[in-house]
T-cell receptor
């Protein structure tokens, strides 16, 4: 049973426009969320994170929004650039119990930014 | 400069052979992790280690083994008991398990023929 879901396998956006990548989770014990970016045949690179005590975190062109009541988070990229084309993974973690610190990943969304 | 190295980038093995994937970090991180990625799938946790000489099974540990004799090194052995070993393997580390940002190596693509 998937605890972290990225229901859109792919997304295509025009350069300069906004990209919105979505992520849903089922476990209400998750209290920390991360976004990673991955190019083919490379390791993921950390992009941005958000704690459950916040509903927004911004870093340059990247903003993550968290809606705890809906168990939903989204990553906004504004403006989108061709170099943003990659697979984006959403990940979640909880700060207690035997799984403390372990990341649960979604299946990823492939973003294509067209010039 | 600091980082995580995995070697080799591509690895080919015959079915039935054990193979060990290397992971080294010079970030002075306490925690290290091994993940597996299959096409169209997210990353799945194989094993993790919080401290030297200690490691725990992740979600898909069957057919794999690890060791953590040094803080810098966390090799993964894919044994012949692993039914579908062909995959992209990723090693990661974090300062400690309470700090959730994990930093990943470049990965090793293992193909079993």
């Amino acid at each position: 049973d998937q605890q972290v879901k990225q229901n859109s396998p792919s997304l295509s956006v025009q350069e300069g426009r906004i990209s919105i990548l979505n992520c849903d989770y089922t476990n209400s014990m998750f209290d920390y969320f991360l976004w990673y970016k991955k190019y083919p045949a490379e390791g993921p690179t950390f992009l941005i994170s958000i704690s459950s005590i916040k509903d927004k975190n911004e870093d340059g062109r990247f903003t993550v929004f968290l809606n705890k009541s809906a168990k939903h988070l989204s990553l906004h990229i504004v403006p989108s650039q061709p170099g943003d084309s990659a697979v984006y993974f959403c990940a979640a973690s909880m700060n207690y119990g035997g799984s403390q610190g372990n990341l649960i990943f979604g299946k990823g969304t492939k973003l294509s930014v067209k010039p | 400069d600091g980082g995580i190295t995995q070697s080799p980038k591509y690895l080919f093995r015959k079915e039935g052979q054990n193979v060990t994937l290397s992971c080294e970090q010079n970030l002075n991180h306490d925690a290290m992790y091994w993940y597996r990625q299959d096409p169209g799938q997210g990353l799945r946790l194989i094993y993790y280690s919080q401290i030297v000489n200690d490691f725990q099974k992740g979600d898909i540990a069957e057919g794999y083994s690890v060791s953590r004799e040094k803080k810098e090194s966390f090799p993964l052995t894919v044994t012949s008991a692993q039914k579908n070993p062909t995959a992209f393997y990723l090693c990661a580390s974090s300062i400690k398990r309470e700090r959730f940002e994990q930093f990943f190596g470049p990965g090793t693509r293992l193909t079993v023929l």
